[in-house]
């Protein structure tokens, strides 16, 4: 059965490097998503994405934040000078329509230091 | 602003024991509520999605309903398993398939 995939399942950084995270969608779906999960809290949305520019984002998304998907298959979340704050699990999901379910990933736990 | 709430927080029931699992919402303009089982440190497992035209959906021993005018979703496992333990997410978009907004989970524990 098709699933999305994340790497790295685990990243530790120092406070304000740049990190990447990683996803491949669902190959046939064209929504595309990110949200994270803080420690104990909820889940929460970050971006949508569909023919390739960001169709929603939330308030968490600054200019810091960025998407992009650099070739067929990958997503990728770029953030680019990490804060302490943004430790979290850190989630990627696909749909094929608009109004399909959302498939997440396992997740990209992110460690800032 | 959409915000879900699911009580309780934490169930523990018997094995074999039929359960509900809650979950509401503010804004009934809900498209779609979308349940999901995550397990420690695990992603999101999705397991019924009720469009915004449905009342219920069932797969297996699951069936979720909605009732838009009440801010009313529930989860019915019917004869809960011990592998049934986990966090059940429910979670709702209120523009036709974009932003999730999610609920802060019912952990479930189902005793041999």
């Known amino acids: 059965e098709p699933e999305v995939t994340q790497t790295p399942s685990h990243q530790v950084t120092q406070m304000g490097q740049e990190v990447i995270l990683r996803c491949v969608p669902i190959?046939?779906?064209?929504?595309f998503y990110w949200y994270r999960q803080i420690l104990g809290q909820k889940v929460e949305f970050l971006v949508s994405f569909y023919n390739n520019e960001i169709s929603e984002k939330s308030e968490i998304f600054d200019d810091q934040f960025s998407v992009e998907r650099p070739d067929g298959s990958n997503f990728t979340l770029k953030i680019r000078s990490t804060k302490l704050e943004d430790s979290a699990m850190y989630f990627c999901?696909?749909?094929?329509?608009?109004?399909?379910?959302?498939?997440f990933g396992p997740g990209t736990r992110l460690t800032v230091l | 602003k959409q915000e879900v709430t699911q009580i309780p927080a934490a169930l523990s029931v018997p094995e074999g024991e039929n359960l509900v699992l809650n979950c509401s919402f503010t804004?009934?303009?809900?498209?779609?509520l979308q349940w999901f089982r995550q397990d420690p440190g695990k992603g999101l497992t999705s397991l019924l999605l009720i469009q915004s035209s449905q009342r219920e959906q069932t797969s297996g021993r699951l069936n979720a309903s909605l009732d838009k005018s009440s801010g009313r979703s529930t989860l019915y496992i019917a004869a809960s398993q011990p592998g049934d333990s986990a966090t059940y997410l429910c979670a709702g978009d209120n523009n036709a398939g974009n932003m999730l907004t999610f609920g802060g989970g019912t952990r479930l524990m189902v005793k041999p």
């Open positions: 999901a696909s749909s094929g329509i608009r109004t399909d379910t959302q498939y």
């Open positions: 190959s046939n779906h064209l929504y």
């Open positions: 804004d009934s303009a809900i498209y779609n």
